[in-house]
T-cell receptor, first 115, second 114 residues
Framework: AQKVTQAQTEISVVEKEDVTLDCVYETRDTTYYLFWYKQPPSGELVFLIR??????QNEISGRYSWNFQKSTSSFNFTITASQVVDSAVYFC????????????FGGGTRLMVKP | DVKVTQSSRYLVKRTGEKVFLECVQD?????MFWYRQDPGLGLRLIYFSYDVKMKEKGDIPEGYSVSREKKERFSLILESASTNQTSMYLC?????????????FGDGTRLSIL
């Protein structure tokens, strides 16, 4: 069975602070994929990034960066110099090697960035 | 860009009604999914479909059915709506790809059953 845990249910920061959202996963698959999604107040889930299990390189995209560590089964997401527009619920998700691209979602972390 | 369109952003129905939620995607994706999202419970998979006329139960299929007559359209049906089906419903689609392909989501439908 697969499991994704986002221990932080809610985080509140002040604009321009850096913030890290934690994601820990469990899977028995040797090949798997990790995803992050953003859900702003309007409701739609927006795909942010995908990482596969055999590529542990960290990734940076503007103010966003992701740290994938297989040794600790973690795929953490850092926002640098947070902005009010970053306020959203963020979901981490896991997919094993399955044809249907089924996702196991974490419970989500609500990030509030205050001006 | 992938576009997943859900027919309604907000919907209010009465207990016992038969309710149809429609979802259309424009990228020729094989897979389509229906989730519901409730506070404290995250996203839960109701049904999914690998291909036209194919459907598989997710984690919480009770009280729901689905229809996929065309590749681009996946409908969720509440056979006899009940108040505990008041929720946010999200549709998604993806390509096949051994788990590697991201799901793309619609804007969601906030359904209230009175």
């Amino acid at each position: 069975a697969q499991k994704v845990t986002q221990a932080q249910t809610e985080i509140s920061v002040v604009e321009k602070e850096d913030v890290t959202l934690d994601c820990v996963y469990e899977t028995r698959d040797t090949t798997y994929y990790l995803f992050w999604y953003k859900q702003p107040p309007s409701g739609e889930l927006v795909f942010l990034i995908r990482r596969n299990s055999f590529d542990e390189q960290n990734e940076i995209s503007g103010r966003y960066s992701w740290n994938f560590q297989k040794s600790t089964s973690s795929f953490n997401f850092t926002i640098t110099a947070s902005q009010v527009v970053d306020s959203a619920v963020y979901f981490c998700a896991l997919s094993g090697n399955n044809a249907g691209n089924m996702l196991t979602f974490g419970g989500g972390t609500r990030l509030m960035v205050k001006p | 860009d992938v576009k997943v369109t859900q027919s309604s952003r907000y919907l209010v129905k009465r207990t016992g009604e038969k309710v149809f939620l429609e979802c259309v995607q424009d990228m020729d994706h094989e897979n389509m999914f229906w989730y519901r999202q409730d506070p404290g419970l995250g996203l839960r998979l109701i049904y999914f479909s690998y291909d036209v006329k194919m459907k598989e139960k997710g984690d919480i299929p009770e009280g729901y059915s689905v229809s996929r007559e065309k590749k681009e359209r996946f409908s969720l049906i509440l056979e006899s709506a009940s108040t505990n089906q008041t929720s946010m419903y999200l549709c998604a689609s993806s390509l096949n790809g051994g788990g590697s392909q991201p799901q793309h989501f619609g804007d969601g439908t906030r359904l209230s059953i009175l």
